[in-house]
């Protein structure tokens, strides 16, 4: 039975264990779905995660447990209480593989009961988002762009206030073409291939290849609304760089008008 401290996914995926080995173990492999990564490949290599420019927001961490290429465990390092991040990969025929990820270390009371809540959501994204990458780019490398700001809720009103701001549909559907025509904002086009009442994933083919999300998460009074894109090579490194600043201006920008 699955540990009710914990998170327990799962999620079949295309490729041979080393491919997927490479997609879920190693920093340029992580850091195509999911945040930014550096990580020494070896049993009690150091390794940081990178959720925004500041320096808070770099988190730093271990190697615990380097099996390639079944398993690898991330945690706060020896002796640090904390969140661990277990990652199995078992192969499933000859071209899949089913990927479980064990998240523990969670606390008791409100508060960790709604970290746990919040980051499971995240997981389900950011699986889907590893499935997207073995699908659609297997063995590229993708730069993030991960923008998000704190809007007034509640979700569904966000969520409004997003698409009208994006000027796309407020109810896409899977197949349906996305293109961002707000005068405002960067361009984004490609096609929705996930929906869910959080979310909305894309494969994009403007301004350069890769996946993106338009999110909101979260049931307050306030929700995180994120704009993320995952863009590969070189020309997707530019635009990456280009188009990071002017995501975050636009989404602080409207996080400050009243009544979104």
């Known amino acids: 039975m699955p540990n009710e401290r914990s998170i327990e996914l799962e999620i079949e995926v295309p490729g041979r264990p080393e491919e997927v080995w490479q997609a879920v173990a190693t920093g ?5 779905w999911y945040v930014p990564h550096t990580v020494e490949e070896r049993a009690g290599g150091a390794g940081t995660a ?4 500041e320096p808070e927001m770099q988190i ?3 190697v615990a447990v380097w099996e390639p290429p079944r398993r690898v465990v991330f945690d706060g390092g020896e002796g640090v209480d904390g969140l661990a991040f277990e990652w199995t990969v078992e192969p499933r025929g000859d071209d899949s593989c089913l990927v479980r990820l064990v998240n523990s270390g969670f606390g008791t009371g409100p508060e960790h009961d709604a970290q746990r809540e919040g980051m499971t959501e995240g997981w389900r994204l950011f699986m889907l988002n590893l499935r997207l990458h073995l699908e659609h780019f297997a063995g590229r490398t993708a730069t993030a762009v991960l923008p998000m ?7 569904e009103a966000a969520w409004r ?3 009208s701001g994006l000027s796309i549909p407020a109810a896409p559907a899977v197949g349906d073409r996305i293109e961002v025509t707000a005068a405002d904002a960067p361009e984004l086009a490609g096609t929705v291939v996930d929906v869910d009442p959080r979310w909305v994933a894309m494969i994009v083919d403007r301004p350069a290849l890769g996946t993106a999300f338009l999110a909101v998460e979260g049931d307050g009074d306030h929700v995180t609304v994120s704009i993320w894109s995952y863009l ?4 997707g490194a530019a635009v990456a760089t280009r188009d990071d600043p002017r995501w975050r201006q636009w989404l602080a920008e409207r996080a400050a008008t009243p009544g979104c």
């Open 50 to 53: 990178s959720f925004g420019p």
């Open 161 to 163: 206030a997003l698409s």
């Open 60 to 62: 730093t961490g271990r």
């Open 149 to 155: 700001a704190l809007w007034a809720g509640p979700r």
């Open 232 to 235: 590969y090579g070189p020309d």
């Open 28 to 32: 340029p492999g992580i850091s195509s």
